[in-house]
Every structure is written in structure tokens, then in C-alpha cells.
């Protein structure tokens, strides 16, 4: 039964991708919010179906912390529901990806026309470059910035090393960051094509501000609040956590 379910979730999300892609291209030369529109009404609409047809919901906790001013979202990423979800808790964004997405027929085409920032990402200090250069860019512009700081998905009790670009953005410009967890990939997994019921929890942390500190120490401190709030919402990371732990009393 969950294979059926997933399986018509993933016709359905497929049918809504070509659409949107379509109306995004046709609406390019539109200005960015309408745009932007386009594309949480999107995201609406997947995460509507897949509470309908998967029976996967979320609740949010910790909306108080979200700024009134645009900011830089630090996001965990175990799934792809995160880019959905993140369209309808926050305000318009856009975000730090991989070039390659852009190459993708239709989807990537779609995706171009929301500003994301798009990097090479074995360029090394040309890609940071490039993430400062258009990250400031588009928050004085009022739009926020999404960063997810492992740079691909990682599997619940797994942890990969963050990247500093977005932590270089945030020192360079002083923007706030906002951190955010969230257990999503224990109920739609990396790569798995089966989507399980349940409740996904996110968490927003407290705003972390950025002007006078090194991009070191705005990463160290949103790492420490992504590994507590991980530990909190999930099974899977409060068991890693332990593990590490006991390797080093040993």
C-alpha cells in the first residue's frame, strides 16, 4: 500500500513539476516575487498531496525566531521535502545550489528563473566568491537566502562536513542567520522512492547574529544549535550522537 501511495504521490509531483516549469518560463520577464508565487504555490500543492495521498504532515516549532528582515537560512538537508517546506515557512528565497540543476530539461529551466545562486562547486574560493557577490545581492534586494551547509543530502545519524561559503556571506554582509532543523529524512529518505506516514518536526532556532564574528564562529555556533535540536526531534541522531560520545570516553 505505501508503494502505491508513493508511487501516485510521484506521478502526481512529476505532472505538477512540468507545469510549473512551463508557467515559470512564460513568466520569466515577470518581476521575482510573482515568480516566486508561482513557485510556493508549487510547493503548496506537493506538500498538500503528499499529507493526502502519503498521509506525511509536518508541524513547525520555533516560527517566533523567524527575523521581520531578510536573513540567511542554514538548513539541515536529509530530504527533498525540505525545498518544498522551506517555500511555505519562510519568506521568498532563494537558494545556493549545484550548477548541474540547471541543466535538467524543464525543471532546471524553471529553477533559473528564480535567481537561484548556482555554483561550480569544485571551484572552491571562486564558488564562495560567487555566493557572497549574489547573496548580497539578492538580500538587499529583501530576499532571503537558503544555504544548506553539508551541500547534499546526508542521512539521518550521518554528518558531513559544512561548507564555509555560507558563513563567509554571512560575515561579509552581516546578515542574521537562522538555523533550522528538521527529521524529514526518516519519513522521505534520500534517494527512496517510498514516502512513510507520519509527522515531520521542524525547528527553528534563534536568530544567531553575525556582525563582528568570523565566519568560523557564526558555523561553530550554528552547528552546536543544529546538533541539540537533531538530538531533540530525532531517534536516529540522538543514537549517533551517543555513539560519538562513547567512542571518545573510550
Known amino acids: 500500500m505505501l508503494f502505491l501511495r508513493s508511487l501516485l504521490f510521484s506521478a502526481t509531483m512529476i505532472s505538477a513539476t512540468l507545469v510549473t516549469s512551463l508557467v515559470l518560463i512564460l513568466c520569466a520577464p515577470l518581476p521575482f516575487r510573482l515568480r516566486s ?16 495521498l502519503c498521509g506525511l504532515d509536518y508541524q513547525v ?38 550548477r548541474e540543476l540547471m541543466w535538467l530539461p524543464f525543471f532546471g529551466w524553471g529553477m533559473a528563473t528564480l535567481r537561484p545562486i548556482s555554483i561550480d562547486r569544485s571551484s572552491g574560493r571562486k564558488a564562495v566568491k560567487q555566493i557572497v557577490e549574489q547573496g548580497r545581492s539578492r538580500l538587499e534586494a529583501g530576499i532571503w537566502v537558503t544555504v544548506f551547509p553539508e551541500g547534499t543530502r546526508v542521512a539521518p545519524g550521518q554528518h ?44 527553528i532556532g534563534p536568530t544567531i547574529e553575525t556582525k563582528g564574528k568570523k565566519a568560523a564562529e557564526i558555523n561553530t555556533e550554528a552547528q552546536i544549535w543544529m546538533q541539540a535540536a537533531m538530538a531533540e526531534i530525532s531517534d536516529v541522531e540522538k543514537k549517533a550522537l551517543a555513539e560519538v560520545q562513547g567512542d571518545k570516553r573510550k
Open 61 to 98: 516549532r520555533g516560527r517566533e525566531h523567524i527575523p521581520q528582515g531578510p536573513a540567511i537560512i542554514f538548513a539541515k538537508h536529509q530530504s527533498t521535502w525540505e525545498t518544498f517546506a522551506l517555500q511555505l515557512i519562510f519568506p521568498p528565497q532563494v537558494w545556493v545550489l549545484k
Open 160 to 203: 558531513k562536513r559544512w561548507g564555509m561559503g555560507g558563513a563567509i556571506l554571512a560575515e561579509q554582509t552581516g546578515y542574521p542567520v537562522v538555523p533550522v532543523a528538521h527529521n524529514a529524512g526518516e519519513f522521505w529518505a534520500r534517494r527512496a522512492f517510498v514516502k512513510r506516514p507520519g509527522t515531520i518536526t521542524v525547528v
Open 37 to 52: 508565487g508561482v513557485a510556493k504555490t508549487y510547493a503548496m500543492f506537493v506538500v498538500g498531496a503528499l499529507k493526502s
